[in-house]
């Protein structure tokens, strides 16, 4: 092959040696790249050339832009990043955004001009952006305006990071007002099909943030293998979906794909299950991507929508258990298209369109593609036996600068870490990860990052995480806590632990459920066995101990402490023994998930009785509440309207004031939201059966 068209050779450099990369197989003419190749000329460029330029290429609530108009933005963007920001061919990028038109342009723009990027997760914290920043090199990054804060917080101690241009704002030293400055034209970076254009980072079992490298052919191999086999979109598919694009299936399946398909795409920024069905209905959409939760949440209300646009729907991030396909089919109509596919290969390998899928099966190798079973030697197995899946094609792992890449790539054949049977059908079913890895929702979580988070309380002092079950996310993080001699092993400190973890990490990785312990099962060399916990029947509750559960409320009192002013309206603090009830965020929706009220007060009024209606089902009244914490968007509406609020409060709880705390946030799951309110609520006498309403966090 020809020369690499990188000037910055440090991802080249750091490859694994050729002995350790996988073999990667071109079984179709199709996948026979030029050597000479930038993939954003074949996505983006080209489809302008041949005549779509004028068809609609990407949407968002109040943003429509043809093929042409991407081009466009997508050079401007291109022209700052060489001549303001000053990339070279091979830098590494970072970008961090939400879905989002510009996000796409922005990505496109970097991999056109010979970068690298880096895409991040918007939920990421500074430290877990710093690693990444360090890991990859990372020397200029493009920010969402709205997400800059933990970004720019890291730049003084990280000295590769030199720039950050900031978007969707308005400032004059901006993205857009850059933009403003350059020509709509920009000559694509020479670069080779081998020459790396993508870092995507992944958390392993170890928990260090693993760096995937992918190259301009693969992009190119994942839009020409399952899409065509399995997908198979026209240039009249409208995409959406709730992926992010920082994740290889939401990149994949909302911008490589319909690009390739000269279809459309739906970017939404707020992935919520309202949000999505929303914009099936209003962009009739015919293509949906999102993890098997996502169609779960949705089916409740999808029959309030217009999904008739709709002909196809993938499921992929996590397993899809047979009930959630029967699920979706009662209620969309629609055969889900599963698949896996993971960060190291790309996107999906194994999958079957709608008319071949089989209940509890992923699929058949995706053509292009081959995968078998195999036992702890590589050696292969029979139908009907439980290994190792092991997947080889166009893509394959090639982590950064990483010594596991022997552990994942063995004898030219990858090993995806899930275990698989496979029947004589050739069907691949999945019966679970043969590491530690959490698959939570769609999200991979590694349990050693979020014990690492728990041992910096200094309460804590052995933690040990792994995944259980849940019905509704396919599995959650549950920690099993020693606490500290001197602490308490109460609900009130599993709260303060879940709290201090989503501070530290990403929130969505936060153990949902805490069990403490005493000790903590490990080896005479002290080494900590997860899978005795694992083989444990754990309770799933969301952090008492098992003691509390029995108590009865024998006293309250009211902590004022001596010399102490009251506090206006509420007491310090209130102690009291018996049943309690975690009361999960309530918002302004009625009993039918529709927000009645638009403004603050009105939503505040909903939210309290959704409160009460808890509090009734599970056999209690306002009077048990003993904390409430408030999420409002906007303090100074807050504040504004404290009287009424006071008023309403008044009415539906009474003059029953627990402790409280107001907490202003960016934004909240729903788009239409003010408002939301947790609670926590202690209930005396008999033993409650907790009725269908009450959540744990």
């Known amino acids: 092959m020809n020369h690499s068209g990188h000037v910055d050779r440090f991802v080249r450099d750091n490859l694994p040696p050729s002995h350790l990369q996988p073999e990667f197989i071109f079984e179709s003419s199709s996948l026979l790249y030029p050597e000479r190749l930038n993939c954003v000329s074949e996505l983006l460029d080209k489809m302008v050339a041949s005549g779509l330029g004028e068809r609609i290429c990407m949407r968002a609530h109040g943003i429509s832009w043809t093929y042409a108009d ?16 000053g990339l070279i061919a091979g830098n590494r990028v970072l970008l961090r955004a939400d879905n989002h038109p510009m996000t796409a342009a922005c990505w496109l723009a970097i991999v056109k001009a010979g970068g690298v990027a880096v895409p991040t997760m918007p ?57 403003g400055r350059h020509s709509t034209d920009f000559e694509n970076a020479d670069t080779a099909a081998d020459d790396p254009c993508l870092i995507v980072f992944t958390s392993g079992s170890t928990g260090r ?33 709730t992926p992010p694009l920082a994740f290889s299936f939401g990149l994949g399946g909302l911008l490589l794909f319909p690009l390739r398909a000269g279809a459309s795409t739906v970017l939404l920024e707020k992935s919520s299950p309202e949000s999505l069905l929303q914009a099936i209905a209003r962009f009739r959409a015919t293509i949906c991507f999102a993890a098997p939760t996502t169609y779960r949440m949705i089916s409740a209300a999808a029959n309030r929508y217009d999904l008739s646009s709709l002909k196809k729907c993938v499921s992929a991030g996590e397993a899809l ?30 999958s079957a369109d709608e008319r071949h899928a089989r209940p509890g099966a992923t699929g058949k190798v995706v053509p292009g593609y081959r995968a078998m079973i195999v036992d702890s030697e590589g050696k292969q197995l029979p139908p009907g036996e ?33 275990a698989y049977r496979m029947d004589e059908d050739g069907y691949f079913y999945y019966q679970g990860r043969t590491d530690d890895m959490i698959i939570s929702a769609g999200y991979n979580i590694g349990p050693p990052e979020i014990e690492e988070a728990l041992m910096a309380h200094p309460q804590v002092a052995e933690c040990a995480v792994i995944g259980v079950p849940d019905e509704e996310r396919g599995e959650i993080v549950k920690a099993f806590v020693v606490p500290r001699e001197e602490a308490d092993a109460t609900p009130e400190l599993a709260k303060e632990l879940q709290n201090f973890v989503k501070q530290r990490i990403a ?31 754990c309770a799933s509750s969301s952090g008492a101990d098992a003691h509390d559960e029995k108590s009865r409320m024998q006293d309250t009192r009211i902590l004022q402490p001596p010399g102490w002013p009251r506090p206006r309206g509420y007491s310090n603090g209130i102690t009291v023994r018996g ?47 003993v904390r409430m914490t408030w999420y409002v968007t906007d303090k100074h509406e807050y504040l504004q309207a404290c009287r009424p609020i006071g008023i309403a409060y008044q009415e539906i709880i009474g003059a029953h004031y627990p402790p ?38």
């Open 70 to 85: 991407l081009l466009e933005k997508t050079n401007r963007i291109a022209n700052v990043l060489v001549r303001e920001m």
């Open 123 to 179: 939920l990421l914290r500074a430290a877990e952006l710093g690693a990444i920043v360090e890991k990859a090199q990372v020397s200029l990054a493009l920010c969402d305006e709205r997400l800059a804060g933990e970004l720019t917080s890291i730049r003084d101690t990280r000295a590769t990071l030199t720039d950050i241009c900031c978007f969707n704002g308005a400032d004059t030293d901006g993205l857009e007002a850059l933009m």
């Open 209 to 241: 943030p693993k760096a995937t490298i992918h190259c301009h052919r693969d992009v190119l191999a994942i839009c020409d293998c399952w899409p065509k086999s399995i997908l198979r979109a026209t240039h009249d598919d409208v995409f959406v979906g």
């Open 321 to 350: 258990s047979a009930s959630t396909r029967e699920l979706w089919r009662t209620v969309a109509g629609i055969e889900l298209i599963d698949g896996i596919g993971t960060t190291e290969m790309l996107h999906i390998f194994i």
């Open 386 to 418: 439980i290994g190792r899946l092991a997947v080889k094609g166009p893509t394959g792992c090639r982590y950064l600068a990483e010594d596991n890449q022997a552990n994942y790539v063995r004898n030219g054949w990858n090993l995806t870490g899930d």
């Open 507 to 537: 929130p969505y990785k936060y153990p949902r459920a805490i069990e403490f312990r005493k000790s903590l099962p490990r080896t005479e060399a002290l080494k900590l066995q997860r899978f005795k916990l694992r083989e444990e029947k």
């Open 579 to 625: 049943r309690q009830v975690f009361i999960a965020g309530q918002i302004g929706w009625d009993e039918r998930q529709v927000f009645r009220d638009s403004d603050l007060t009105g939503q505040v009024r909903q939210a309290l009785r959704n409160i009460v209606a808890v509090l009734t089902e599970a056999g209690g009244d306002p009077q048990h509440l």
């Open 660 to 697: 409280m705390s107001v907490v202003q946030v960016a934004g909240l799951l729903e788009d239409q939201a003010k408002v939301e309110i947790e609670a926590t609520a202690v209930i005396p006498d008999h033993e409650i059966e907790l009725g269908r309403n009450t959540a744990v966090t």
